[in-house]
């Protein structure tokens, strides 16, 4: 019997794809309709609009398809009812790197990381290296700039 592989996320991030899963499944009809109207234009093997819309059509069913799996994964983690010594999904961790500049990140979904933001997820390479620290604790990151260090000096549930 294969085993579902449950995809941790956010609330937020749950609430943006089941908004985004609403969108796409609105426009549907626009994209029939367009569809339609392109068939109504004559010679389909020529037909650019046609052929755009029905690109449009599969592209669109393609991530409504992708949504709804992740959407039908999805193991919700409040971070707020977490605790420990340890960095696990959805803690907020704050490093310092070699100049004791303070960086500050969120673990979470693949779906939800925006490395800008502040939120990485919790598969990147960043995210691998932290899960399971404590304070204190050193971190070394291979990224494609090079070797980067840490010291994890604050593990937070917020």
Do not use: C, W
């Not at 598969?123 to 070797?147: C, Q, T, W, Y």
Request: hydrophobic share 35%.
């Amino acid at each position: 019997m294969a085993t579902v592989e449950k995809m941790p996320m956010l609330q937020e991030g749950y609430d943006k794809l089941s908004a985004d899963l609403k969108r796409l499944k609105t426009e549907r009809p626009l994209i029939v309709d367009a569809i339609e109207e392109a068939r109504a234009h004559g010679d389909l093997s020529e037909n650019a609009e046609y052929h755009a819309a029905k690109e449009q059509q599969g592209q669109n069913e393609a991530t409504i398809s992708d949504i709804e799996d992740k959407l039908s994964r999805a193991q919700i983690i409040d971070p707020k009812e977490l605790s420990g010594d340890k960095v696990v999904f959805g803690a907020t961790v704050t490093l310092l790197d070699d100049d004791d500049k303070p960086v500050k990140y969120q673990i979470v979904g693949q779906t939800e990381a925006n490395a800008r933001g502040g939120r990485i997820s919790y598969n990147s390479p960043m995210g691998r290296a932290l899960i399971g620290r404590k304070v204190d604790d050193e971190v070394e990151v291979s990224v494609p700039a090079g070797d980067r260090y840490y010291v994890v000096s604050k593990i937070e549930f917020i």
